[in-house]
């Protein structure tokens, strides 16, 4: 289901981001995009195809930020985690969801610190220490960032009535504090624990605008969520005006996610080309007026490979939530 869903427009996006680093080697344009391919280039293109397509890149150091569009390099990482569904269910399963959630936590800490400390002590050359050590980074590997996918698995179990998240996932402050917390790990090299605290920050932000979404579409029954605490969060508001245009957005925004690096890529190429005066060059509102420009342009070109592409693979709409079934530690009936 998931397949048929993101592989076809991933591909669309893939051909058209390898024919423009194509043309711009034959245009023999000198783009950053081209100059990180290894002689003989036209090989070099076609194993990043290769790579790409069979979503492989995301375990080979030199193709992993190519393809004309670096912002892929998450797809391969999408794909090793839905693999990776099939073991975190199982521990699901078997000793429920804090356990389990435990369990992808420090196997995404201890794997990649054991691993990377093992390949920095061997005796490869250093350029091959990167390219071993690279599909187990903290930074970029998917048992690393495994904590943040199954947090969003929690939502979307809350969301079905399946389980019951505290009060504290919903409150929007607690997303800045986890923020902050994150931002100073990372700025003292704490590699090891940013991925959870990111995974904490965007669970929070997303569990408390989900949450308001259930108060105005009374989804889900009381035993999960009390409308009462969340209804007194908000004000006891309507949602429903506020983020209707959020999910327009939404729905062409892996569209304009697939499109718009190698978009502005090209846009950057014909401002350079045109001959922009340097004047304007060091004015901030010159700046200002290209982003917004380019922002408009990304929203209009992610529209069209919406319409022309993606519309054709979107799966049809499933039936309702499960009614609740939870039971203590968010253990399965």
């Not at 704490?190 to 991925?195: A, F, G, R």
């Not at 957005?249 to 401002?271: A, F, R």
């Amino acid at each position: 289901r998931r397949l048929r869903r993101l592989y076809p427009p991933y591909f669309a996006a893939l051909c058209l981001s390898i024919l423009a680093v194509c043309v711009a080697w034959w245009l023999q344009l000198g783009t950053a995009t081209v100059a990180r391919y290894a002689e003989p280039v036209a090989a070099s293109i076609g194993w990043d195809f290769l790579a790409h397509a069979t979503m492989l890149h995301g375990l080979l150091l030199p193709y992993d930020l190519g393809a004309g569009n670096p912002p892929l390099w998450t797809l391969a990482r999408e794909e090793y985690l839905y693999l990776l569904y099939f073991v975190v269910l199982a521990w699901r399963v078997r000793f429920g969801l804090r356990p389990a959630l435990a369990i992808v936590w420090l196997t995404g800490m201890l794997v990649p610190l054991l691993a990377t400390t093992a390949i920095a002590a061997s005796a490869l050359d250093p350029e091959w220490q990167q390219r071993v050590m690279h599909p187990v980074h903290p930074d970029a590997s998917a048992l690393a960032l495994w904590i943040q996918w199954c947090l969003g698995m929690a939502i979307a179990e809350s969301y079905c009535g399946l389980i019951s998240l505290p009060a504290w996932s919903r409150r929007p402050w607690m997303a800045a504090l986890w923020a902050g917390v994150a931002l100073v790990a990372q700025g003292r090299g704490w590699s090891m624990l940013t991925p959870v605290l990111w995974g904490l920050t965007f669970f929070t932000l997303v569990h408390s605008v989900v949450s308001r979404e259930i108060v105005s579409r009374e989804r889900v029954a009381p035993e999960v969520v009390s409308r009462e605490a969340v209804a007194q969060e908000t004000g006891g508001q309507s949602t429903r005006g506020r983020v209707g245009w959020l999910a327009r957005i939404g729905l062409v925004s892996y569209s304009v996610y697939l499109i718009h690096s190698p978009l502005i890529g090209g846009l950057n190429q014909l401002e350079l080309a045109s001959g922009v005066p340097a004047a304007w060059l060091r004015h901030p509102a010159y700046h200002l007026v290209v982003w917004v420009l380019l922002i408009a342009a990304c929203a209009v070109a992610g529209h069209v490979f919406f319409l022309t592409v993606e519309r054709w693979f979107l799966n049809a709409p499933r039936q309702a939530p499960l009614p609740f079934r939870g039971g203590p530690g968010g253990r399965p009936a």
